[in-house]
RNA sequence: GGGGACGUAGCUCAGUUGGUUAGAGCGCUGCCCUGUCACGGCAGAGGUCGCGGGUUCGAGCCCCGUCGUCCCCGCCA
């Protein structure tokens, strides 16, 4: 038998109980954690947003009570009246950060019952996500969830004031919209005003945001959400969540500086100090020292051990000579059997065209100083796992070979990227033995036991680094045309524009990437603000002045009514809340999210849809028998 | 589109070379219990071994297909 609510008040929430409210009448209200019955007395643990505390049922301080207490089952709904009282000294739960106070009950009402769940929020998250995307309302009611909602509730509204305070304002944009030029495969909504026409739901609302600044806003951000209908990953979802910002009259160190606020702002309300600011590398040096364009700095970066060999040995060994040589470095990983070392074999990108050596032994054999050099070279202490990554001549790999001057040829990056992802893999396996990342889960624990009034030290943990100098196209041998390497209205460099047309290589663009732990937080430029550039721009990368038109004609005229100087950024949300949650997958710091074959298990969605509905929609469809 | 891992009770898992009636812990149900807090004790229920086909005297186990979840490549500037 359920009881009304009725006029009951809830009084506190059970989690915020300590000694000092003992003697206190009190209301609380929340879903049966755990339940302990021992006969004629029993103990429930009342679970709310703010923790739990004990409930004491006792048959003959309150005979109703307890027999509630004895119909009640996990995850009923109850409200429980009565008095704080201290525990005993012999009762008090150090475990509990209510665990010196007890409700002693005089009144139990059942709100609810409850279905038995498939598992129980009173315990550690189970293995099976499926279940728990299904019956998410159950999961979220752990305490990890609500604290990863907490932590990103306090972040966004950090970042949101932080924003604030720059003189941003933050400015709706619209979801249906028209496709925009970022690359990715769009949502598209049919249109029933308009017969066969759609709309596309936003990739970001990257033109919108530069209208803006045409428009005079001088200054806006949004929190907004993102769709891109592409495949899913542990870091991607269909719909994410964006910082997204843009600024007239910026210096890109303007830009730097308005980003590094409101991080490290966000950063303090998760607990942890974030130093700033935050170090550059140019994407030339990412890719020579870490292989990538997301480097993670909490392991030593590639070294280039090309002046250990001679041009002999490189021959002996059958390395390329024309490419890089270089030695990753992990720390601590001890030595390695050969079946260890073949373990890791898998794990190296052969389709690079690059090679590796990873017995030292044997090197040391044939080439004695060469393997003592480039171990003093990558500063290798003992125990330490040092790889060699060169080219293979043996492997020509489907690549332009034409070296473009001051730039890296798609042979070289390919070296670098296949000891970079080498790197990576390694560092993920060997985890364990250096500990580099274990500072970072270290520190995410900590934080969360301490609030924004007192951060602690993120600086060993958390690595920001910007990644600045990009090339502004990239070759593409299918075509063999100049294509960009990000999207149109990056502007390049005032000094390079010159050199559009006669050396687009040399060409770099005036665009800008945050990195933090190998993860890819953000991206933004400097924006083209000139009609006359755009158009340039457009010529180079082999659009049509039709194709424009067509494509974001609105923006090519908005460009054309008095533009100002812009720029701007986006940063990922659910990133920079999954890197301090510690978390392993945005799953676990988005209330709903997709499942990797982009379902919703708990709203079972997609789903098909009446003819009815279609019919309204123009829609026929059509499905590949 | 491709590669890999996994799929046995509600959950976490075991299941020997293919061999009789598929097990454990937790959870659940009933009874008992006044100081537990992962309460305890006794008893009990609970299985289309993801699904379909094949091989075999016999399949949870072998083969083929398929579905689902996860990870990765492609893709996502």
């Known amino acids: ?29 929340g879903w049966v954690n755990r339940r302990r019955d021992h006969g004629n007395l029993i103990f429930l643990d009342l679970r709310d947003r703010s923790g739990i505390a004990q409930i004491v049922l006792d048959k003959e301080l309150t005979p109703d009570g307890h027999l509630k207490g004895e119909q009640v089952r996990p995850e009923y709904v109850v409200a429980a009246v009565g008095k704080v009282r201290l525990r005993g000294a012999d009762a008090t739960n150090p475990k509990m950060a209510t665990g010196e106070i007890e409700i002693e009950a005089t009144q139990l009402l059942v709100l609810n019952d409850a279905r038995l769940a498939p598992f129980s929020p009173a315990e550690e998250a189970i293995q099976n996500e499926e279940v728990r995307l299904k019956y998410r309302y159950v999961d979220l009611r752990r305490p990890e969830m609500q604290r990863n909602f907490r932590l990103r509730h306090d972040i966004t509204l950090a970042i949101r004031e932080s924003l604030s305070n ?40 990257q033109i919108f945001k530069q209208i803006l600044m045409i428009s005079g806003c001088d200054r806006y951000f949004q929190i907004a959400r993102c769709f891109r209908d592409e495949d899913l990953r542990a870091d991607r979802q269909l719909e994410f969540t964006q910082v997204d910002l843009e600024m007239s009259f910026p210096r890109r160190e303007d830009v730097f500086a308005v ?12 607990g942890v100090t974030l130093p700033t600011p935050f170090p550059r590398i140019t994407y030339d040096d990412s890719m020579r020292q870490f292989g990538t364009d997301k480097p993670d700095l909490r392991l030593p970066g590639l070294t280039d051990v090309r002046p250990a060999f001679t041009d002999e040995n490189l021959a002996t060994l059958q390395i390329d000579p024309a490419l890089p040589v270089v030695a990753l470095r992990i720390p601590k990983v001890g030595e390695l059997s050969r079946k260890e070392r073949e373990d890791n074999w898998p794990l190296f990108d052969q389709k690079k065209g690059a090679k590796f050596i990873d017995d030292f032994k044997r090197l040391a054999k044939g080439f004695p100083e060469a393997a003592a050099k480039v171990r003093e070279l990558a500063g290798a202490a003992e125990g330490d796992f040092v790889i060699i990554v060169a080219g293979d001549p043996a492997h020509h790999v489907k690549a332009s070979d034409t070296k473009f001057e001051g730039r890296l040829s798609e042979r070289e990056i390919n070296v670098y990227a296949a000891a970079g992802n080498f790197r990576t893999e ?38 920001p680094i910007w990644i600045v100098d990009f090339p502004m196209f990239e070759y593409d041998l299918a075509s063999a045309k100049w294509v960009p390497a990000h999207h149109p209205f990056t502007s390049p460099y005032e000094a390079d524009m010159a050199n559009l047309v006669s050396d687009p290589a040399s060409v770099r663009a005036n665009c800008y990437d945050l990195a933090m732990n190998g993860m890819e937080l953000g991206s933004g430029s400097i924006r083209i603000h000139r009609k006359d550039v755009q158009q340039q721009i457009f010529k180079s990368l082999g659009i049509s002045d039709e194709e424009a038109h067509a494509r974001f004609g609105f ?31 945005l799953r676990e710091v988005i209330a709903f999210p997709k499942t990797a074959k982009a379902i919703d298990l708990m709203a079972d969605a997609p789903t098909s849809v009446s003819e009815h509905q279609l019919k309204e929609l123009h829609i026929r469809v059509a499905l590949k028998s």
Not at 5 to 10: A, D, F, Q
Request: net charge negative.
């Open 426 to 463: 390694l560092s993920k396996k060997y985890a364990e033995r250096h500990g580099a990342f274990g500072v970072t889960e270290q520190t995410v624990v900590d934080a969360h036991e301490r609030n924004a009034q007192d951060p602690m030290d993120g600086s060993t943990a958390f690595h």
């Open 259 to 270: 980003v590094e606020q409101f991080l490290a702002a966000g950063f303090k309300a998760a």
């Open 166 to 205: 720059q003189g941003f304002l933050e400015i709706e944009t619209p979801i249906l919209t028209k496709s925009t030029p970022e690359g990715a495969r769009d949502f598209l909504v049919p249109s029933r005003v308009h017969p066969g026409e759609f709309y596309a739901l936003p990739q970001s609302p």
């Open 1 to 29: 038998m359920l009881d009304f609510l009725g006029s009951l008040e809830r009084t506190h929430h059970c989690g915020d109980l300590r000694a000092a409210n003992a003697g206190q009448q009190v209301v609380l209200m």
């Open 555 to 585: 923006f090519l005229d908005a460009l054309e009514y008095g533009t100002p100087p812009h720029g701007g950024i986006a940063l990922g949300l659910d990133r920079i809340v999954m890197l301090l949650a510690g978390a392993p997958s």
